[in-house]
């Protein structure tokens, strides 16, 4: 629980943690704990994304756990998301060629 609370300097490393322990079917023992993280993460969002150079992996692990526990994040209303994802996807592509 520790390191899941210990810093909300990273939430992609708190995100990361959040899926691991999905994954490991535990995440039941720390809902209180998961919900203030998703939602502090929810609430930072837009800021996030504009400050931050992420790879595509990072950001849709973000928005599925997010969608995961009932945050309302739409490509379509968040348009930094949608951008995101097409800016990755077409750099992804040109890398490859």
């Known amino acids: 629980m520790g390191m899941l609370m210990a810093s909300k300097k990273d939430p992609v490393e708190n995100v990361e943690f959040i899926n691991l322990l999905c994954r490991l079917g535990v995440s039941y023992h720390f809902e209180t704990e ?3 993280q998703v939602d502090y993460v929810h609430d930072a969002l837009p800021n996030f994304l504009e400050n931050n150079d992420h790879d595509l992996h990072t950001v849709a692990l ?3 756990v997010l969608r995961q526990y ?3 994040v739409s490509s379509g209303n968040d348009l930094s998301i949608l951008h995101f994802f097409i800016n990755s996807i077409y750099t992804w592509i040109h890398v490859w060629e």
Request: glycine share 12%; with cysteine.
């Open 34 to 36: 998961i919900e203030d």
């Open 62 to 64: 973000l928005f599925r």
């Open 70 to 72: 009932g945050c309302k």
